[in-house]
């Protein structure tokens, strides 16, 4: 007797919002508490080399959504007011929706022009505060973030904000959520994501995108959180001996200061915010364990979670992200499959694969049983779990003014992580099995002068034919002119 084909997977991928690789319990961390990602990521894969190839908000969910390299989507830095279904029809959740798929998204999805819902059936949005979208609409507006819609709502108050609290949207600042805790943006998206799950139509399989604002700031999780981690010794950061090379760009004592030293109590209050932040979305992950398990979704629910991009956190006295290096490019993914799912998989476990966000949209959809779409060039991770090794490099890029004005360019090998700087030229190369906190440049080194020039040949082999001039015969060209992302976006997204 043949047995039947298990019923098509459900799928919820949960998104976080600048959430730092090893901030959490199971990447070995023991200043946090995450105990049920941690139980997430012991009964399924983690990726403990899954990257952001472009760290910043906008380009990061651009590869989310369409599982392409920036090579060919276009998107290489932080810029706002491209539109996305103009540049990018075609998208994960707009594949599942014409395979029989409701799709439904909650909270950040950070697109222009802001109600797009880029394939979703339906989108309640929270994006935070978006300095063009507040311009338009001259300070938050119901018609563009329905977390203020309910927020005033609740409070009945007419004029409340989410950011009335006085601590920057990208500042190095932080304090308590002032608000009942049943009020905050986090326990709003987990609210809204059971609301769906309950009524949902239940003779269709679902995708449901759970997008977390935090732990992006403002850092101010629940008062009992902040002064739990308040209260926490933080082990020193890390500080690497290349730091003095970018003295000039230095911004000391700045609040919203990419780089720059900071007092000790700042980083102490901010480093609490943040872990504050992260275990309370880790205890809505609780609630949604226990609400698939009340709608009997538990075995037919496939979870993935993972974050945009990380935080630098100080590291390397260094804030926020954009920049190449491990804190900012490096991000938690991990993918639970029930067992009567997992038909074709290997045994759950961490999975050294080199993995990148334009990876989830193809993983899905194989599970899905639905052939991708063409120009997506992530991979399934379904070899990777089975021991393939997969890619060997990844390449990454980002716009960025923090250490001078640069297109920072970046290669990650399986042991290796090279960066260059098309301003001035300037390389750098970690060990990062020897060195996973980047605290040894070994680009002057003459014993890894082979492994540099390796790398440097990487590099030139992605960026030939780029519009900048970047390479020149088999040269780096640095000091090229930069090129507008929206003409890049115009010439690459159509491939």
């Known amino acids: ?29 023991e200043h946090i ?37 920036q090579e ?42 802001d109600r ?12 935070g505060f978006l300095h063009t979208s507040r311009r338009l609409s001259r300070g938050p507006s119901a018609a563009i973030d329905d977390y203020v819609e309910f927020l005033r709502r609740e409070t009945g108050d007419p004029r409340a904000d989410y950011q009335e609290t006085g601590i920057g949207c990208n500042a190095m600042t932080a304090r308590p959520w002032e608000r009942a805790e049943r009020l905050h943006p986090t326990r709003w998206v987990a609210d809204e994501s059971f609301r769906f799950l309950e009524r949902r139509d239940p003779s269709r399989p679902f995708f449901l995108y759970m997008s977390f604002h935090r732990p992006h700031a403002p850092f101010d999780p629940p008062g009992w959180l902040w002064d739990k981690y308040r209260g ?9 001996d290349w730091v003095s090379d970018f003295a000039e760009h230095r911004r000391d004592h700045g609040s919203e200061a990419e780089f720059g030293a900071q007092k000790e109590s700042t980083h102490q209050q901010v480093r609490a915010g943040y872990y504050g932040s992260i275990e309370f979305i880790d205890l809505q992950l609780n609630r949604l364990r226990e609400t698939l398990s009340d709608h009997d979704l538990t075995q037919d629910t496939v979870i993935m979670f993972v974050s945009d991009h990380g935080d630098m956190m100080g590291d390397h006295d260094m804030y926020r992200k954009s920049v190449g290096y491990e804190g900012s490019a490096r991000i938690p993914l991990v993918l ?40 997506v060039d992530g991979q399934s991770l379904r070899p990777a779990t089975h021991g393939a090794a997969g890619r060997e490099h990844l390449h990454g890029e980002h716009l960025i003014s923090s250490l001078g004005r640069h297109s920072m360019q970046w290669i990650r090998s399986r042991r290796h992580k090279y960066l260059w700087f098309s301003g001035d030229g300037h390389e750098q190369l970690f060990d990062l099995e020897a060195d996973p906190q980047e605290l040894h440049d070994l680009a002057g080194s003459a014993e890894h002068a082979g492994e540099l020039a390796r790398h ?8 030939r034919d780029r519009e900048e001039g970047f390479v020149d015969g088999e040269e780096l060209v640095p000091g090229r002119p930069l090129v507008s992302e929206a003409a890049r976006v115009r010439e690459h997204a159509t491939l």
């Open 1 to 29: 007797m043949i047995s039947p084909r298990p019923p098509r997977p459900n799928f919820i991928l949960v998104c976080v919002d600048e959430m730092r690789a090893d901030a959490m319990g199971a990447a070995g961390n």
């Open 33 to 69: 508490d995450t105990p049920n990602l941690d139980d997430l990521a012991r009964g399924g894969y983690r990726f403990p080399r899954a990257y952001t190839a472009t760290p910043t908000c906008v380009p990061a969910r651009v590869a989310l959504f369409t599982g392409m390299s």
């Open 72 to 113: 060919r989507h276009g998107r290489y830095g932080y810029r706002e007011g491209i539109s996305f279904p103009d540049a990018h029809p075609v998208t994960l959740q707009s594949t599942l929706g014409e395979a029989g798929y409701q799709t439904y998204g909650v909270g950040k999805m950070h697109v222009f022009p």
């Open 116 to 127: 797009a819902r880029c394939g979703f059936d339906e989108v309640l949005l929270h994006d």
């Open 232 to 240: 926490r010794e933080f082990p020193p950061r890390p500080l690497g």
């Open 336 to 375: 639970h499959v029930p067992p009567r799912l997992r038909e074709g998989w290997g045994e759950p476990g961490e999975v050294e694969a080199i993995t990148e966000l334009r990876d989830v949209m193809p993983t899905l959809l194989d599970l899905a049983g639905v052939e991708a779409p063409d120009g």
């Open 456 to 463: 440097r040949a990487i590099l030139i082999d992605h960026l």
